[in-house]
Every structure is written in C-alpha cells, then in structure tokens.
C-alpha cells in the first residue's frame, strides 16, 4: 500500500500528473481542482494516494490533502460512483462545497459534475448524509473548553445557524448558498440571527 509520494512534477494532463520520485516516474489520477493548483512543472509535491486495483489495471489516484483523499474515498462507498465519477465531482466541487450540497440536499450543485445526473446526485446525498457532520463546517475555537452547558450553548448556536438558513431560503436562496455564505463568515454560530442574516447577506453580492 502507498500511502504518499513525494517528489516532483514532471508531467501535468487533464485528469493526472506524473510525479518522479528516486528516478520513478508515478502517474497520479487527481482532479480538476487539484490540476489548477499545481504552479508548473519541476514544482515538489506531496500527494496522499489511493492504489485502485482492477482485473487488468492498477490505478494510483492521490490529492495533496488528506480531507480531499477521504473525500475521494466516501464517494467510491457511495452506489454507482466509481473512482472517475469521483473525480469529476471533486472536480466541480471542493470538498466544503461538497459537504455543504450534501446536507442542504442540493442535487444541482452536484449534477455540475460532468457524467452526474439527478440519481447519481441522489444517491451521494442519500449515503454521505450521515457521513458529514453540520458541525465540520462550523470547527470549535482551538483550545476551547467544554463547561457543563456546553451542550446547550452550541444548541442553541447552532439553531442559530438554522433560523438563519431558514431566512435566507424565504428570500429565494437555496440552502447550499446560504451554507456556503455563513460558511465565510468569522464565528458565524457565535452570532445572534439578525446579525448572522445580515453578515450573510452581503456575502450574496
């Protein structure tokens, strides 16, 4: 099992990169996203790998970012999605963005991804759902103890977040665009609604 590659890139496609390490020249499968990221050639990497294994062909796919590797690798436990499904997702979307269409329920946003309908954007939301927790999007402050309401301090932070969302889509917005634009603003679940609503509309213009 290859767990990372270091080295550098000797070779930049459409859909992979040849990075060489120790005189081995490795083809890497990765996506679009990660393509447009890489400044050039000769550039030093670090790529975290999956190794696909077919009857006749062995396919090293990888990502910079170990949250895009475990991305990639939710998406193949989903039905009907193998590794260039998965690709062409994360190829449209990143990985936040992904999260935030999977719990708002927004298929459009996946059906960007080229060979993605509205079933295949279905079933990613029905099985990565209970995979992705609202709470990733919104991370605690480091260091940042828990007292004894804790628990109720972030309920209520977070139906705050929600009143929120709420608001945003009775002004015609989807749900996916009012996550994203909460998404961007500092301690958006500190916030009380009114301020969060109007933070989070500036972010839509």
């Given at each position: 099992m290859i767990g990372y590659i270091k080295g550098t890139i000797?070779?930049?496609?459409?859909?992979s990169v040849f990075i060489e390490n120790n005189g081995i020249g490795y083809r890497i499968f990765t996506s679009g996203m990660v393509i447009e990221r890489i400044k050039g050639l000769h550039q030093k990497v670090k790529f975290f790998t999956y190794l696909h294994v077919r009857e006749d062909?062995?396919?090293?796919?990888?990502f910079p970012e170990t949250e895009e590797l475990d991305t990639f690798k939710l998406l193949l436990g989903v039905n009907g999605i193998g590794p260039k499904a998965a690709l062409s997702i994360l190829s449209v979307l990143s990985v936040r963005d992904l999260s935030l269409?999977?719990?708002?329920?927004?298929?459009?946003?996946?059906?960007?991804?080229?060979?993605i309908g509205a079933k295949g954007?279905?079933?990613?939301?029905m099985e990565l759902k209970d995979k992705l927790r609202f709470e990733d999007l919104f991370p605690a402050e480091d260091g940042m103890e828990e007292s004894a309401?804790?628990?109720?301090?972030?309920?209520?932070?977070?139906n705050g977040v929600q009143d929120t969302v709420l608001a945003?889509?009775?002004?015609g917005y989807s749900e996916f665009e009012a996550l994203k634009a909460i998404k961007q603003?500092?301690?958006?679940?500190l916030l009380e609604p009114e301020e969060l609503l109007k933070a989070a509309l500036k972010k839509m213009f």
């Amino acid at each position: 099992m290859i767990g990372y590659i270091k080295g550098t890139i000797e070779g930049i496609f459409k859909d992979s990169v040849f990075i060489e390490n120790n005189g081995i020249g490795y083809r890497i499968f990765t996506s679009g996203m990660v393509i447009e990221r890489i400044k050039g050639l000769h550039q030093k990497v670090k790529f975290f790998t999956y190794l696909h294994v077919r009857e006749d062909e062995l396919s090293l796919f990888g990502f910079p970012e170990t949250e895009e590797l475990d991305t990639f690798k939710l998406l193949l436990g989903v039905n009907g999605i193998g590794p260039k499904a998965a690709l062409s997702i994360l190829s449209v979307l990143s990985v936040r963005d992904l999260s935030l269409a999977v719990m708002s329920g927004d298929t459009k946003a996946i059906t960007r991804a080229n060979g993605i309908g509205a079933k295949g954007a279905g079933r990613v939301i029905m099985e990565l759902k209970d995979k992705l927790r609202f709470e990733d999007l919104f991370p605690a402050e480091d260091g940042m103890e828990e007292s004894a309401g804790s628990g109720l301090d972030r309920m209520e932070k977070g139906n705050g977040v929600q009143d929120t969302v709420l608001a945003l889509v009775s002004l015609g917005y989807s749900e996916f665009e009012a996550l994203k634009a909460i998404k961007q603003i500092p301690e958006a679940e500190l916030l009380e609604p009114e301020e969060l609503l109007k933070a989070a509309l500036k972010k839509m213009f």
